[in-house]
């Protein structure tokens, strides 16, 4: 089970830091990431990191203003958002892929498990 939290209102240029708990099983093996889906939207890709930590990955809509990062100890992952912007204002979601490698990060059939969101706005 996943569990997202962190979101919250926030003022255009501000900063949140999501965080995406596990329970019930171990994440140090999985690749991790970050969706999200504003209204009217499909939902989209934001990041992924695998469980070699060193290897991460951005949309470019997110690129350079955020940084996803995991402590296996914690089996927990984070996104640290800063220069908010209101087109960022959606539901985040994390999920996990339970395969021994993921073939396709950026997408989301690869993607077993999933948390139940937590919303952020961005105000302007």
């Known amino acids: 089970q996943l569990q997202a939290s962190g979101g919250g209102l926030v003022q255009a240029g501000g900063s949140l830091r999501l965080s995406c708990a596990a329970s019930?099983?171990?994440?140090?093996?999985?690749?991790m990431a970050w969706f999200r889906q504003a209204p009217g939207k499909e939902r989209e890709f934001v990041a992924a990191i695998r469980w070699i930590a060193t290897r991460t990955y951005y949309a470019d809509s997110v690129n350079g203003r955020a940084t996803i990062s995991r402590d296996n100890a914690k089996n927990t992952m984070y996104l640290q958002m800063n220069s908010l912007k209101p087109e960022d204002t959606a539901v985040y979601y994390c999920g996990a892929d339970g395969a021994a490698y993921s073939s396709n990060v950026y997408a989301e059939y690869e993607y077993d498990y999933w948390g139940q969101g937590t919303q952020v706005t961005v105000s302007s």
């Open positions: 019930g099983r171990s994440l140090s093996s999985y690749t």
